[in-house]
């Protein structure tokens, strides 16, 4: 059982530059996630997803795009690189209910160049 | 709105003293509460959660948390630190009816032996 499989775990890319981040989840979870961790800042959300088919903006979505064609996949993009998007990105997902807590990735580190 | 406070960016404590990590949360209804552990270079692990009920929640690796919602607070304890208690910690709420979790910024918690 791999629980959340984020890939690529590194990149370094230069600005203007595009690329999609995946994340594979093997316990059937309905609503799944896209974090980025900054340091001092916590964790704070980009976009998530409460079903296959459906996305939603979180509190930090300018400069993402994700899709959900398959209930275990969560694709992030990144449509043109910016230094101010080097991070660690996570992705998590979860059952469906308040009460269900998030299972994490170990994260994709990126650097934009 | 909801918001996470973490007070200390970082807690020492001497191996075998006991330890506490605090978190005050702000939320609209009940809140469901959650702690996570990183270890570095990986992602978020669940600890524990208080949804409803008793007080004192217990969780993984001998920690507990004491939910006081006069004090709006869900303090990390426990009895007796281990040195490879050494980690990030972040307090993390969710409002009723909310898919989203909001996270605080992490408390470092260093155990020496």
């Known amino acids: 059982n791999a629980g959340v499989t984020q890939t690529p775990k590194f990149r370094v890319l230069k600005t203007g530059q595009s690329m999609t981040l995946l994340c594979a989840q093997d316990m059937n979870h309905e609503y799944m996630y896209w974090y980025r961790q900054d340091p001092g800042m916590g964790l704070r959300l980009i976009h998530y997803s409460v079903g296959e088919g459906t996305t939603a903006k979180g509190e930090v979505p300018d400069g993402y795009n994700v899709s959900r064609l398959k209930k275990q996949n969560f694709l992030l993009g990144l449509e043109s690189a910016a230094p101010s998007q080097t991070s660690v990105y996570f992705c998590?997902?979860?059952?469906?209910?308040?009460?269900?807590?998030?299972?994490f990735g170990d994260g994709t580190r990126l650097s934009i160049l | 709105a909801q918001s996470v406070a973490q007070p200390e960016d970082q807690v020492n404590v001497a191996e075998g003293n006991p330890l506490t990590v605090k978190c005050t949360y702000s939320?609209?209804?009940?809140?469901?509460l959650f702690w996570y552990v990183q270890y570095p270079n990986r992602g978020l692990q669940f600890l524990l959660k208080y949804i409803t009920g008793d007080n004192l929640v217990k969780g993984s690796y001998g920690f507990e948390a004491e939910f006081n919602k006069s004090q709006t607070s869900f303090h990390l304890k426990k009895p007796s630190a281990l040195v490879s208690d050494s980690a990030l910690y972040f307090c993390a709420v969710r409002g009723t009816g909310f898919q989203k979790l909001v996270f605080g910024t992490g408390t470092r918690l260093l155990v020496s032996p």
């Open positions: 998590a997902s979860t059952y469906a209910g308040n009460n269900q807590p998030q299972h």
């Open positions: 939320v609209s209804g009940n809140p469901y």
